[in-house]
């Protein structure tokens, strides 16, 4: 009995392991804005499945160049997604919404602010500390992401 338990526990430590060592397609830490927050702008809510599908699919981008990329050179973050605070809203009717994001590195003393208040405007420069990110989940795609250039 005792061997199979530590057998067991050896098993679900290398689950544990592998799975952090896959890296986690998963933001630093997101919000998101409900419906109706902003008025018509936030016309739906994504649910957090919606979120994950979306951070699996922009981790993904951030390894691999991508012409989705905007504002960088050779179109690729130094930061992992990991990095980043996000916040997130659904924008658009029902026939044609949208999941906008917008991220920033989480070193900056301001990233707890944007997670805090759903109103504050990020800067118009800082290269690779900030992104904004637009996710079409009938189609499954992200549109764009667009860093602010120097």
């Not at 290398?14 to 919000?31: E, K, N, P, W, Y």
Request: net charge positive; with cysteine.
């Amino acid at each position: 009995m005792r061997t199979a338990l530590c057998s067991l526990l050896a098993t679900l430590v290398i689950a544990f392991a592998a799975g952090c060592a896959s890296g986690s397609a998963r933001s630093a830490r997101h919000i998101i804005i409900p419906a109706g927050a902003h008025g018509p702008e936030t016309s739906w809510t994504p649910s957090e499945e919606d979120i994950g599908l979306l951070e699996k699919k922009l981790a993904h981008l951030f390894t691999t160049p991508s012409a989705i990329i905007t504002g960088l050179a050779n179109g690729v973050p130094p930061y992992p997604l990991s990095e980043y605070n996000i916040r997130y809203t659904g924008t658009g009717p029902a026939e044609s919404r949208y999941i906008f994001g917008e991220a920033m590195h989480k070193s900056l003393p301001e990233a707890e602010t944007l997670l805090s208040n759903d109103r504050f405007k990020l800067p118009d420069k800082g290269g690779p500390r900030y992104f904004s990110v637009m996710h079409k989940p009938s189609e499954g795609r992200i549109v764009a992401v667009r860093f602010n250039s120097p």
